[in-house]
């Protein structure tokens, strides 16, 4: 199934005008894509939230440094080449 998930909203759980917390959004989001399939089954649904959240996760990391890999590598903690792999991989090299 070839479907994504929908952005947080509004979060109950955020208090004022602060942002949700991250977990809270992805747990809403995951939440309505279940609610949306009813009774069939999620296909790679491990994957599918992964793809969904690194693609922006490097992407503003990215754009946070200003195009800096090495930077961008540290502050995500993981390997430069692991970084150059996954922009790559979600078309932001």
Same mark, same amino acid.
């Given at each position: 199934?070839?479907?994504? /998930? @929908?952005? $947080? =909203? %509004?979060? #109950?759980? @955020? !208090?004022?005008?602060?942002? #949700?917390?991250?977990? *809270? $959004?992805?747990?809403? &989001?995951?939440?309505?894509?279940?609610? %949306?399939?009813?009774?069939?089954?999620? %296909? +790679?649904?491990? %994957? /599918?939230?992964?793809? +969904?959240? =690194?693609?922006?996760?490097?992407? *503003?990391?990215?754009?946070?440094?200003?195009?800096?890999?090495?930077? &961008?590598? =540290?502050?995500?903690? !993981?390997?430069?080449?692991?970084?150059?792999?996954?922009?790559?991989?979600?078309? /932001?090299?």
């Amino acid at each position: 199934m070839n479907a994504r /998930l @929908a952005v $947080c =909203e %509004d979060s #109950p759980v @955020a !208090i004022s005008h602060a942002q #949700p917390a991250l977990r *809270e $959004c992805v747990g809403q &989001a995951v939440r309505r894509y279940l609610a %949306d399939l009813g009774d069939h089954t999620p %296909d +790679e649904l491990y %994957d /599918l939230v992964l793809r +969904e959240v =690194e693609a922006p996760l490097f992407g *503003e990391v990215m754009r946070h440094y200003q195009g800096n890999q090495s930077r &961008a590598a =540290e502050a995500l903690g !993981i390997n430069r080449a692991t970084l150059r792999k996954k922009l790559k991989q979600y078309g /932001l090299a």
